[in-house]
């Protein structure tokens, strides 16, 4: 099996099969979003929407935490350069939080499943980051906070927009307004993480996972992917416009060809989630 391993400035890129692995590599802040961390996505999402041969992302983070949120000693020292700015800070700021959705929208709109492997804190910024991927797997030491109204700051990364559509409104309010702490048991239990598993055991589940992906059809699951994200969005005539033209790719593509042709002589299927669930353990 092939694998090659690439550092970046605060985190590291492996490409192991088609799978890659996306670790953030600041341990001793509790992997915090600093610049240098955000400017790794950046180049990361480069890398990977360029090479056809990856199928499947897995973002994690190393020693213990996943990310303890935004670099509050660099939030210190901003608020301070804000107050030498000539011009606006609220205007400077602006910017800089605008950049941000640049990179996350491309995360949360890969064509590919994205899988987070959370163990430990997930906290603020991170929580949210955590949430731009498709499947949130969580050690049982996993914890998630939106922290935001304990220094005076809104959610951010993208929060308003995913927690409302995965534990409807009243949760959100819930734990964005109260900022309380919430465990990978409860996580499991509102549906903002897919599975729970020990520390030891996390990051091979989530490459488990990512393999049972590899034998099903890219294109198709791309779509469906981008299709699901804009449901919410969307009337009825749209989404319907939408499905109609995804589904006439997909029928016309050299998988789908092969699967009927498999299903007509009685054949075992390439992709079957259920079969696979128990292989490579």
Known sequence: MSKDTETLRESTLTVRDGVAEFSH???????????????????????????????????????????AGGDVKAMQARIAGANQYEGSPYAMRRRV???????????????????????????????????????VL????????FAFAKVGAVADFGAFYTVPRLVGLAKAKDLMMTARRVEAAEALQLGLVHGVHEPDALLPEAHRMARRFLTGPHEALGMIKSTLNRSFDLDYRSMAELETSQQAIAMASAYHADAVARFSRGEPLAYDWDRDQGQDR
């Open 97 to 135: 939080l605008s950049a941000h959705h640049g990179w996350l929208d491309r995360l949360r709109s890969l064509e590919m499943p994205v899988i987070a492997a959370v163990d430990g804190a997930a906290y603020g910024a991170g929580f949210s980051l955590a949430l731009t991927a498709d499947f």
């Open 25 to 67: 590599q600041r341990p001793a802040a509790r992997n915090a979003l600093s610049d240098g961390l955000r400017a790794d996505y950046t180049e990361m999402l480069d890398k990977i929407e360029c090479d056809r041969q990856i199928r499947v992302l897995i973002i994690t983070g190393s020693g213990g935490s996943f990310c």
């Open 138 to 145: 969580a050690s049982t030491r996993a914890k998630f906070c």
